[in-house]
T-cell receptor
Framework: EPEVTQTPSHQVTQMGQEVILRCVPI?????FYWYRQILGQKVEFLVS????????KSEIFDDQFSVERPDGSNFTLKIRSTKLEDSAMYFC?????????????FGNGTRLTVT | DAKTTQPNSMESNEEEPVHLPCNHSTISGTDYIHWYRQLPSQGPEYVIHGLTSNVNNRMASLAIAEDRKSSTLILHRATLRDAAVYYCILRDTYSGAGSYQLTFGKGTKLSVIP
């Protein structure tokens, strides 16, 4: 069964550094998402992306964050200048076009640790 | 988004059925009921969804009350692999300009006892 893959599985960075988290969504999917989960807390929506543009974003997704689909397969989340509070699991998800209720398929996440 | 209420935690014995409840008294007519689960150290995983009728798939069954104010996810025979956090999520099919993103609550942590 096709999967959403995320790399790296664990990223350690220093405060103030830029990080790029990478995702390869399922190949025929057209909607892409990023979520995060701070340790012990809820899974939180960050942003959704469709047709090469952001379709929805949450209050968490401020100017420090950006997303990009640089080629036909990758979907990236960039954090421009990381803060300690950005430490979390970041999950990428994708779903096909069409049926409003098509489920989201999640990757297994990248654990970001900001020191 | 309409809110759901789930117990914080539940326990089940292995190989016994598990009924995970969810209350959603403010559900609207366009809200579908979705269930996802999150196994330890993994991303969320889709389980099942429904609107009004009960639904079955290879993973579970979803029983929806006639007034739609509550639903129950049924795992017919719990295995150790079913130990996870289970999320009941209402998904408005007319929100979000097509992104139809999910809003996760705290869910129910299911422990399965061997």
């Amino acid at each position: 069964e096709p999967e959403v893959t995320q790399t790296p599985s664990h990223q350690v960075t220093q405060m103030g550094q830029e990080v790029i988290l990478r995702c390869v969504p399922i190949s025929n999917h057209l909607y892409f998402y990023w979520y995060r989960q701070i340790l012990g807390q809820k899974v939180e929506f960050l942003v959704s992306f469709y047709n090469n543009e952001i379709s929805e974003k949450s209050e968490i997704f401020d100017d420090q964050f950006s997303v990009e689909r640089p080629d036909g397969s990758n979907f990236t989340l960039k954090i421009r200048s990381t803060k300690l509070e950005d430490s979390a699991m970041y999950f990428c998800a994708s779903r096909p076009e069409g049926n409003y209720n098509s489920p989201l398929h999640f990757g297994n996440g990248t654990r970001l640790t900001v020191t | 988004d309409a809110k759901t209420t789930q117990p914080n935690s539940m326990e089940s014995n292995e190989e016994e059925p598990v009924h995970l409840p969810c209350n959603h008294s403010t559900i609207s007519g366009t809200d579908y009921i979705h269930w996802y689960r999150q196994l330890p150290s993994q991303g969320p995983e889709y389980v099942i969804h429904g609107l009004t009728s009960n639904v079955n798939n290879r993973m579970a069954s979803l029983a929806i009350a006639e007034d739609r104010k509550s639903s129950t996810l049924i795992l017919h025979r719990a295995t150790l692999r079913d130990a996870a956090v289970y999320y009941c999520i209402l998904r408005d099919t007319y929100s979000g300009a097509g992104s139809y993103q999910l809003t996760f609550g705290k869910g129910t942590k299911l422990s399965v006892i061997p």
